[in-house]
């Protein structure tokens, strides 16, 4: 797995996590230990994507924003990827017609430059989760599927993307 320089060289400086290998799945994968996860959560670093919403932060050139998924057995975090400003992060996907809708809204736009602003007029009915302004920042993601959209398509497509949100709501 490759992850930013960004994860990796803060990991290392503060001596957090370890590389594992899973002995039911063989998945060999970086985990934080419980009290890594209360150190960095302390420092305000990690935030809650588990209801998904538009994600706002570093862009991959400036280190991105790192995802954690809890491993409820172990009490621990995995790694499991990284992601950047500006990306839309869905809710937990209710079914796997809704994830191809998602798909295919990504799709639409596909990533252009890194350089290029994606920055634009947040809609009032939008799920927002700042990252901003920290040095690093994780993002707490859920333990079921969900999905991240490209910027690009983001920018696009915010309001297509919402809407697909709201078919997208486990009614309780």
Known sequence: MIFGTTFEDYTSKHKLGE????????????ELSETDFHFINNLGLIFNGMDGGLI???LHKD??????????ET????????????????????????HMEFAKINELTKPISPDIETDFKI????????TSNR?????????????ILNRFATK????L????????????
């Open 19 to 30: 590389w594992i290998t899973c002995p039911k799945t063989k998945d060999y994968h970086f």
């Open 56 to 58: 706002l932060g570093n």
């Open 63 to 72: 280190g991105g924003i790192h995802l954690l998924s809890p491993i409820f």
């Open 75 to 98: 009490n621990t975090y995995k790694y499991v990827g990284e992601m950047e400003g500006w990306e839309y992060l869905t809710k937990p996907l209710k079914s796997k017609e809704i």
């Open 123 to 130: 809609p009032e009915n939008c799920n927002v989760v700042d």
């Open 135 to 147: 040095e690093i920042s994780f993002l707490m993601l859920n333990t079921f599927p969900q999905f």
């Open 156 to 159: 696009k497509h915010i309001h």
């Open 161 to 172: 993307i919402l809407d697909l949100e709201i078919k997208n709501t486990f009614n309780y």
